[in-house]
């Protein structure tokens, strides 16, 4: 056979291949999550909304005003998203090998593929979620001004990559030890009354705050309700210890994960 006649592989092929394959798998978790059922995306925002409605409805009852100059609807709602971007990312990471194990019989996919794929829903879900809701508590005269840009876009890809890292942490732990699956969700039901979701952490005594803000998803929503604070003092936050986190988890997720995938071939 003639040389000249071997078609070249081209050096953005794997990318373009790989970036196709995640957009597929994107595809098909939208129409998984919210394609079989006729409220579809709006599901979503539904249960969000609502769990702003009912800690909204708590604070006005207990006569608790938002702090920093931020509406109550804002203030929860930059508890909620940041921890959602956070606890669904973590929890579909875990689940995303076991739902889509036909589809690892394709040398195309990866588990890696498979938990990326899930972020950018997750993301994109709780994106539309805080455009929708601002919106209407803009309409209903609740004051909506993002003072620091900055703080959001940061809050909303760190918080995404601190769900991949810690979901594949997890992830792969949980193919060495099953019973994980069952101790993650107690997890994250502890942190979602740890987090300051619903209060605001740096208004705590420092005996309490000190250790509530070792909790880097705590942190996040601190740093997000910052963009949207009309006070020129930053809550308790560390962009620094956030990142460190997010990056920790990432190398260490990536190894066990490469780790347990060895352990199974072997």
């Known amino acids: 056979m003639n040389a000249d006649a071997i078609p070249t592989p081209s050096v953005s092929s794997a990318p373009t291949v790989q970036g196709r394959v995640i957009y597929a798998l994107v595809m098909r978790e939208v129409h998984t999550l919210y394609g079989n059922t006729r409220l579809g995306y709006l599901w979503a ?6 769990n702003i409605a009912v800690f909204w409805l708590f ?4 006569g608790a005003h938002a ?6 609807a804002v203030f929860l709602l930059c508890g909620f998203i940041p921890w959602y971007l956070f606890s669904d990312t973590l929890s579909r990471c875990m689940s995303a090998v076991r739902a889509n194990q036909a589809l690892l019989t394709f040398p195309q996919v990866t ?9 950018i829903v997750v993301w994109g879900t709780q994106l539309l979620c805080a455009i929708i809701i601002l919106s209407i508590a ?26 991949l890292g810690t979901g594949l942490v997890f992830a792969s732990l949980a193919r060495l030890w099953p019973t994980l699956e069952r101790l993650v969700p ?4 502890f942190l979602f009354f740890a ?13 309490f705050s000190d250790v509530l803000l070792l909790n880097p998803v705590a942190q996040l929503i601190e740093w ?7 006070s020129s003092a930053a809550p308790s936050y560390s962009a620094v210890y956030i990142a460190a986190w997010c990056l920790i988890s990432l190398c260490l997720g990536l190894l066990l994960e490469r780790y347990a995938r060895g352990r199974e071939l072997a």
């Open 45 to 50: 925002i539904i249960q969000t909304a609502f």
């Open 111 to 119: 588990e890696l593929d498979l938990m990326i794929a899930r972020v």
């Open 195 to 207: 987090s300051g979701i619903f209060f605001q952490i740096s208004e705590l005594p420092a005996r």
């Open 138 to 163: 803009a309409a209903l005269g609740q004051p909506v001004e993002l003072r620091h840009p900055g703080t959001l876009a940061a809050t909303l890809f760190l918080a995404s990559l601190l769900g």
């Open 67 to 72: 702090p920093h100059g931020m509406g109550i």
């Open 186 to 189: 107690i997890l994250l039901r």
């Open 59 to 62: 604070r006005a009852i207990l």
């Open 224 to 230: 997000q309700r910052y963009g949207f604070s009309a």
